[in-house]
């Protein structure tokens, strides 16, 4: 008997196919022409965890093992063949190997060292695409199997715990995480690295140093985030903030020939990062997280050479001289002939007595993986009207058992994108409460309830140990020290929303550019400007259009 419906065929390599292909003969001969070919013996080490110079092979003949580096039997993670390469995303950032490589057997490599991988990539269109999407495809694996160079332990609350699983998720790094409260066997890995329970959370990085609650700094030094870096160069354009416009602002200026550095306070996305799906940009009808979106960005970025100096903030912006000078927190001292700020916002905190208590113990401002989490088959508030609170609110009601919207107005229709008002009005697990606001919070160690007042006036207590809190936005431009005009609100003020007033001292005969600030060759992008319309794609645009007019700053 036949299947009268046998479904969908599919065609074309499989996924496991594509983050491990075996290239053809011109392919690899393309590659050969950029490095050297060499006999390796069995058993020969070719780099190893930890390593922060790591060549990029293809195998001709013989095999390369990949293996994990902290068991003395050295399992197999994946095994190379000939025609296969080796390497993930931290070959094109130049960020210390999380594996070892041998030789399985005798043979010959093609190596290629990093600066002609990324000569290839940029160049040659066809390698490019083979090689983008298996580094991509193998850093997505090795972060789902948790194939890192790092272990976190930690206990689920503890608000240090979830800023450090934020901060490597977000910065798309693979590690191992242990909760004190459910793994029973934990005190064997305390004794060998002498912790104590007082030191949680602990990151054990590259299996020999313990950082006991390091902050997200010492983390980055210690996985070598930005060892590859020269932060004394003086370069063409910096970036101050790695969000959708930052990001975009590094994509075209790299990819135009600029030399482009960004600094990060945190890890890439920005705001947008928090949003757990967003579903009215441009190019992707069935939504991109925030964390994925920026994850690809910070990849192009990347591949067209842009350079990225994760947790380091800028401290102040040293504006009397040029080139410019961004001072960051560690002392160090950043040079640039064009600036970009794209510092972003951050979200308002309630003004209730008490609440900075539980900032990570019951009280967020993003909405991602790593929070639903913690609230699972729980009821959880999400205050504010906007389209990040509607994302946060049909995300979280996927998991949790109820999610209430607080908002103070009368509705949702002159603050938030219609789908997503239907989606919160069909949805059985979503309530809408309006004129409504927390005014008080209680716990000891994690938030254990709220009280809501509501338009009548009545305040009730709610048994609520989550609330994610998403409302308006503060600018982060304190660091720029009466350099650049402000609005009343601290937004900065650019192109024609600029007064006589404030270009007093504006030193050329033309005027400033469309996202030019008051002082020349310095821009603002995004959510830090003046007037910005808060949308990724808006966002983006103007990352993009700023780089043109760095250009003919960089030509004045």
Same mark, same amino acid.
């Given at each position: 008997m036949t299947d009268a419906s046998p479904g969908i065929k599919t065609t074309g390599p499989t996924r496991a196919e594509q983050a491990f292909?075996?290239?053809?003969?011109?392919?690899?001969?393309?590659?050969?022409?950029?490095?050297?070919?060499?006999?390796?013996?069995?058993?020969?080490?070719?780099?190893?965890?930890? *390593?922060?110079?790591?060549?990029?092979?293809?195998?001709?003949?013989?095999?390369? !093992?990949? !293996?994990?580096?902290?068991?003395?039997?050295?399992?197999?993670?994946?095994r190379i063949e000939p025609g296969q390469f080796t390497g993930e995303i931290n070959i094109l950032s130049g960020r210390r190997a999380l594996n070892r490589g041998r030789a399985g057997?005798?043979?010959?490599?093609?190596?290629?060292?990093?600066? @002609?991988?990324?000569?290839?990539?940029?160049? *040659?269109?066809?390698?490019?695409?083979?090689?983008?999407?298996?580094?991509?495809?193998?850093?997505?694996?090795?972060?789902?199997?948790?194939?890192?160079?790092?272990?976190?332990?930690?206990?689920?609350?503890?608000?240090?715990?979830?800023?450090?699983?934020?901060?490597?998720?977000?910065? =798309?790094?693979p590690y191992a995480y242990v909760d004190l409260d459910r793994d029973a066997d934990m005190q064997t890995l305390l004794d060998r690295?002498? +912790?104590?329970?007082?030191?949680?959370?602990?990151?054990?990085?590259?299996?020999?140093?313990?950082?006991?609650?390091?902050?997200?700094?010492?983390?980055?030094?210690?996985?070598?985030?930005?060892?590859?870096?020269?932060?004394?160069?003086? %370069? *063409?354009?910096? +970036?101050?903030? #790695?969000?959708?416009? =930052?990001?975009?602002?590094?994509?075209?200026?790299?990819?135009?020939?600029?030399? !482009?550095?960004?600094?990060?306070?945190? @890890?890439?996305?920005?705001?947008? #990062?928090?949003?757990?799906k967003i579903e009215n940009y441009l190019g992707f009808p069935t939504g991109i997280s925030g964390q994925e979106l920026a994850g690809r960005a910070y990849t192009q970025a990347e591949k067209f050479g842009a350079q990225v100096m994760i947790a380091r903030s800028a401290k102040r912006l040293l504006c009397d001289r040029k080139p410019f000078v961004i001072e960051i927190e560690n002392g160090q001292k950043v040079p640039a002939r064009?600036?970009?700020?794209? @510092?972003?916002?951050?979200?308002?905190?309630?003004?209730?007595?008490?609440?900075?208590?539980?900032?990570?113990?019951?009280?967020?401002?993003?909405?991602?993986?790593?929070?639903?989490?913690?609230? %699972?088959?729980?009821?959880?508030?999400?205050?504010?009207?906007?389209?990040?609170?509607?994302?946060? #609110?049909?995300?979280? #009601?996927?998991?949790?058992?109820?999610?209430?919207?607080?908002?103070?107005?009368?509705?949702?229709?002159?603050?938030?994108?219609?789908?997503?008002?239907?989606?919160?009005?069909?949805?059985?697990?979503?309530?809408?409460?309006?004129?409504?606001?927390?005014?008080?919070?209680?716990?000891?160690?994690?938030?254990?309830?709220v009280n809501v007042r509501d338009g009548d006036g009545t305040t009730t207590t709610l048994p609520i140990q989550h609330v994610f809190v998403m409302t308006g936005a503060v600018p982060t431009t304190t660091w720029l020290e009466g350099c650049v005009a402000l609005d009343d609100d601290g937004f900065i003020k650019t192109g024609p929303d600029l007064t006589p007033e404030e270009l007093a001292e504006w030193p050329l005969t033309r005027p400033p550019h469309l996202l030019e600030t008051s002082l020349p060759g310095v821009f603002a992008v995004g959510d830090v400007r003046s007037g910005n319309i808060k949308r990724v794609a808006s966002a983006v645009g103007e990352g993009s259009i700023a780089v043109s007019f760095v250009h003919r700053v960089l030509q004045e």
């Open positions: 292909p075996t290239l053809t003969e011109r392919q690899i001969e393309r590659l050969a022409s950029h490095g050297r070919t060499r006999d390796v013996e069995a058993g020969e080490l070719l780099f190893d965890a930890g *390593d922060e110079i790591v060549p990029f092979f293809v195998v001709t003949s013989g095999e390369i !093992v990949i !293996v994990r580096p902290d068991d003395p039997n050295e399992p197999v993670v994946v057997q005798a043979g010959t490599v093609i190596e290629l060292d990093r600066e @002609s991988l990324l000569s290839v990539v940029r160049t *040659d269109g066809e390698l490019s695409e083979i090689l983008m999407r298996a580094f991509i495809l193998r850093r997505v694996e090795l972060i789902a199997q948790g194939l890192g160079d790092v272990v976190l332990v930690g206990s689920t609350h503890s608000r240090d715990t979830l800023r450090l699983k934020e901060f490597l998720t977000r910065n =798309g790094h690295f002498h +912790i104590d329970i007082a030191d949680i959370p602990v990151v054990i990085c590259r299996g020999q140093v313990v950082l006991r609650n390091p902050t997200n700094e010492e983390v980055a030094d210690c996985l070598g985030f930005n060892a590859a870096i020269d932060a004394l160069h003086v %370069r *063409d354009l910096v +970036i101050v903030g #790695a969000g959708p416009a =930052g990001l975009a602002a590094a994509v075209y200026g790299a990819s135009e020939g600029l030399d !482009v550095l960004v600094l990060e306070t945190n @890890s890439p996305g920005g705001q947008a #990062a928090s949003s757990s064009a600036v970009v700020i794209a @510092s972003g916002a951050q979200y308002r905190k309630l003004a209730v007595a008490g609440i900075e208590r539980f900032e990570g113990a019951g009280v967020y401002h993003g909405a991602t993986f790593v929070e639903s989490q913690l609230c %699972r088959d729980e009821e959880v508030i999400v205050v504010g009207g906007a389209n990040s609170a509607g994302q946060a #609110a049909v995300f979280l #009601a996927e998991s949790a058992r109820r999610v209430i919207v607080l908002v103070r107005s009368d509705g949702l229709a002159e603050t938030m994108s219609r789908y997503l008002i239907r989606r919160i009005e069909e949805h059985p697990a979503i309530f809408l409460q309006t004129r409504s606001e927390i005014t008080g919070v209680e716990g000891s160690d994690h938030l254990e309830s």
